[in-house]
């Protein structure tokens, strides 16, 4: 395929090409600044603007663009920030997807999305067909959502992705906790009782594989692996990976001291399952947490 992405030089977005470009696909990038090669073109989505002559002859197109949720703590602006890099991304992408001859528009638009869609579900467990839920992340991920609309109205295969935790050491989950629990100090956060959706970083990638061949599916797909665990499970399964204790939980208190507001969605429980990617019949790699958790620590 020709394939469109936006976001590419995040942590999922640089692993994504580089996986897309080894199974032969041609990469077309994304970028606000000045090109500086064949394959990048340059877009301002914040004003809405992208030549739509540069999506003729593409068969997909690929958004992760959004800034960081937890890279800063949550003031106003970040706040706002977090929201508009997101919606005006996929807005501009959508629009520009519709507005092409029927003829002319890429068969696919794969959207992130996020599994914040759910809001704090405790020991619920949910699949892709559970509404919305309460709080900040749940409202920006349902503005999110909902940009893709006019691509979708045109009879664009739209599928949003609602990825939970990647596991990696170089980003995603881990590598903001490597610090603390390499000397020691790590812990479960508050009650540690609250789920978390993690997937390893080879069965995220792959399954943007089958999303993308895969014409019978659209709508969103839980990007999570098969077995959710609990923050406590998480805490004890990551210690043992770096031969670290871990004997020093976070209170709920010291962490919306240290974070903020985001501590909230830090504290939030969502026991998200695989649903559509399950049913459809895509095979895990790694199944269980320490499978999973071995992966994203490979011997150098």
């Known amino acids: 395929m020709r394939i469109l992405i936006a976001g590419s030089s995040g942590f999922l977005g640089s692993r994504l090409v580089a996986h897309l470009t080894d199974e032969g696909h041609e990469m077309l990038r994304l970028v606000r600044r000045e090109p500086r090669g064949p394959g990048e073109v340059r877009w301002n989505p914040s004003a809405g603007e992208l030549d739509r002559a540069v999506l003729a002859g593409v068969d997909a197109v690929v958004n992760l663009a959004g800034a960081g949720v937890g890279d800063r ?40 999305s996020a599994v914040g869609w759910y809001g704090d579900t405790g020991d619920e467990r949910v699949e892709e067909d559970a509404p919305a839920g309460e709080g900040y992340l749940a409202d920006v991920c349902r503005v999110w959502e909902a940009a893709t609309g006019p691509a979708e109205n045109a009879g664009v295969r739209v599928v949003r992705l609602r990825t939970g935790y990647p596991l990696h050491r170089d980003g995603g989950f881990i590598k903001p906790q490597l610090l603390p629990f390499k000397a020691g100090i790590g812990g479960r956060f508050g009650s540690g009782r609250q789920w978390v959706p993690w997937i390893s970083l080879h069965d995220w990638l792959w399954a943007v594989s089958f999303l993308l061949d895969r014409d019978d599916l659209a709508g969103p797909v ?58 459809a019949g895509f095979e895990f790699r790694h199944r269980t947490l320490p499978e999973a958790m071995r992966a994203a620590f490979p011997e150098p």
């Open 73 to 112: 703590r949550w003031t106003d602006a970040y706040k706002s920030l977090i929201r508009s890099s997101r919606v005006d991304t996929t807005s501009t992408l959508s629009r520009a997807v519709a507005a092409l001859p029927a003829t002319d528009r890429p068969r696919v638009l794969l959207n992130a």
């Open 222 to 279: 839980n990007l999570v692996g098969p077995a959710p665990v609990t923050n406590a499970e998480f805490t004890d399964v990551f210690a043992a990976q770096l031969h670290r204790p871990a004997i020093l939980p976070i209170p709920a208190f010291g962490l919306r001291i240290v974070l903020g507001e985001f501590a909230t969605e830090a504290l939030s429980s969502a026991r998200v399952l695989p649903g559509v990617l399950s049913g």
